[in-house]
């Protein structure tokens, strides 16, 4: 007789060889879809996943927070492009990652977070930590989401997460799994997921590609993170060498596209970018964009003068003509569009008329020039508190080429995507649209689980290092090198530069005084406190042959100025021009920001 499998009024007529629990089908079809690492924090519901995952043989960690694994998370994923590991968290807890299903929409980052709910049966009696509202209140934030209450839904909802994470644009995806269904039985099988091909451009966009650009004589290629999430910095290198056109990134998310040195790398766009970047793509004819959202920082908001043509290459059809309309929008995934038109160029003799392609490298060259002599001046002098771009700089001349680095969010963050220097196409670990405070450590964590063979470097303010040091504990749990690099001014420095120039004092900036080095050996992290400019390249040495990680804290200068890289535009706060007449710059106009801009 065979043996049924009973809960909850529900009976299976099927012999329990057949049935596996569903907390078991989440984690075959987890394995199944190609998720290696689940971030975890115990508690509740959880213990049943969790008994599952060990059972499972599936890589499992714990950080201190539920935020902090959502961020461990969402740097694994960026780095290894894809849902490659899941979040899961008791129902009480999984609303500390709301700020990261946030981050992870905003920046194109694929996550997956699993909250293990009370049992439906408890919705209508008030019960403990009851979660009802939580589909509810993550939904806006995700975009995928869906509420399990039956084990033979797991594995596909499961697989579907995944796919919807991984995809077109990348983002978060939420399943709020009711316990019942991690004890009921199910014999829905598990298949291997294969991730469908990226789109490709239409012929007739990609015609029309070719066409603008053989008619153009200063086109510039902008680029932004969807390259980085696609792939594809090795094909805009070939497409970018072949037809000889100048190379923009935009601040963070294109940051390493190419390696600093490449001849036809102009720069950093944007206010806190390279006057080089900024002068070129504002002389362009034509602008080549390839996975960028013409985001505030980027563009000084929407302040850079822009051409009749601009080709605006996205995965996303949604982020075409959203903030102006271009003269093309091709939907397709940036790496395959690029490898497309290096195939359509292969072969052809095309090359620009009248020497306008040498002409325009050349002012590229130029305003590069100019660029890399200003900038040396800002690092020059060590100082006494530490000038932060000596301290990048000694950064740029100590550690490895093919370093990872991680910067909070913060001025030290935007001083550090201008000023590290990348020696070779590296994949960025964090978008820069969130950028919220106390990211910065478990973000590089995750980094360095994804990326264990390369050095994994997190430059963190002291103002975030308050909200993510416990982290300093997972990385001596779990025997994982990152250096930890402080930027230790005692102050919120943008926020404090920002109130300054709204012409007011901000009382909440200051930081109190801390001894990170003996928190961090408190917590298993060895390491020093830096304050004479002269000890830190020997402070560096010793955190590179350092078995474990290192914390350097450096005293740094709470007066350092942002250089900014567009002119009369306010930095930060709102990041536009002030309105005529208003003395306090709070709600500025739109009148000099794309699309009015002529």
């Known amino acids: 007789m065979a043996t049924k499998m009973k809960d909850e009024g529900h009976a299976h007529d099927k012999s329990s060889e057949d049935l596996r629990s569903g907390s078991d089908a989440i984690v075959d079809t987890l394995k199944q879809s190609g998720v290696d690492l689940v971030i975890g924090y115990s508690g509740g519901g959880t213990m049943m996943l969790a008994d599952s995952i060990v059972k499972g043989n599936l890589k499992t960690m714990a950080a201190r927070t539920e935020m902090s694994a959502a961020w461990v998370s969402y740097g694994y994923n960026r780095i290894k492009r894809r849902a490659s590991s899941a979040v899961v968290s008791h129902v009480v807890g999984v609303l500390h990652t709301a700020p990261m299903l946030m981050a992870a ?49 797991m594995p596909l909802a499961v697989r579907q997460a995944v796919t919807a994470a991984s995809t077109g644009r990348p ?35 990609l015609e029309a590609m070719i066409s603008k650009i053989k008619a153009a004589d200063r086109p510039v290629l902008v680029i932004g993170a969807g390259v980085h999430l696609s792939d594809g910095a090795a094909e805009l290198r070939a497409l970018a060498e072949r037809l000889n056109i100048p190379v923009v990134c935009t601040t963070w998310g294109g940051r390493g596209v190419l390696p600093d040195t490449h001849p036809l790398f102009a720069g950093v766009l944007g206010s806190f970018g390279w006057e080089s970047a900024n002068e070129v793509i504002q002389r362009a004819d034509l602008w080549l964009a390839f996975g960028t959202t013409f985001s505030q920082v980027s563009t000084g908001a929407w302040t850079l003068a822009k051409p009749d043509e601009v080709v605006h290459v996205d995965v996303d059809p949604q982020q075409l003509g959203k903030i102006f309309e271009p003269s093309l929008g091709v939907v397709g995934d940036a790496k ?28 590229m060259e130029d305003a590069r020039e100019e660029w890399n002599a200003y900038h040396k001046t800002l690092g020059a002098e060590g100082g006494k508190p530490i000038n932060q771009y000596y301290l990048i700089d000694q950064m740029n001349k100590k550690l490895p080429d093919d370093t990872l680095i991680v910067g909070d969010s913060g001025f030290h963050a935007y001083m550090l995507y201008r000023s590290f220097e990348y020696h070779q196409s590296t994949q960025m670990a964090q978008g820069s649209r969130y950028q919220s405070l106390g990211a910065g450590l478990p973000i590089a964590i995750g980094a360095k ?10 430059y963190h303010g002291d103002g975030g290092f308050f909200y993510d040091f416990g982290e300093l504990a997972t990385l001596a749990q779990y025997n994982i090198k990152v250096i930890v690099i402080v930027d230790h001014n005692g102050c919120l420095l943008a ?45 560096l040495d010793r955190a590179m ?48 920001a794309w699309p009015s801009q002529k």
């Open 171 to 205: 983002g978060p995806a939420v399943l709020d799994i009711q316990f019942n269904a991690l004890i009921q039985g199910t014999s829905c099988k598990t298949e291997p997921l294969t991730l469908p091909a990226p789109p490709a451009a239409a012929p007739q966009a």
């Open 495 to 539: 926020n404090r530069a920002g109130m300054r120039m709204m012409g007011f004092e901000n009382p909440w900036v200051d930081l109190p005084e801390a001894d990170f080095v003996g928190l961090a050996k408190s917590l298993g992290v060895e390491g020093e406190q830096v304050t004479e400019a002269s000890d830190i390249p020997a402070a």
């Open 105 to 153: 929409k905003a920046d194109s980052t694929p996550l997956l977070v699993i909250d293990i709910n009370s049992s439906n049966a408890l919705d209508v009696r008030e019960g403990l930590q009851d979660g009802q509202e939580v589909y509810s209140a993550m939904k806006p934030l995700s975009k995928y989401i869906r509420r399990i209450t039956t084990a033979e839904d």
């Open 336 to 363: 395959t569009v690029l490898q497309q038109l290096i195939d359509a160029f292969e072969g052809d003799d095309f090359s620009r008329p009248n020497g306008a392609e040498g002409d325009w490298v050349k002012l």
């Open 449 to 458: 689980l994804a990326a264990p063979e390369r050095t994994v470097v997190c």
């Open 545 to 592: 042959a350092a078995e474990g990680s290192y914390i350097i804290d450096v005293v740094t200068d709470p007066d350092t100025r942002l250089r900014r890289a567009i002119k009369d535009v306010v930095p930060i706060l709102t990041d536009r021009k002030p309105s005529p007449g208003v003395e306090k710059h709070v709600a500025p106009g739109l009148e000099d």
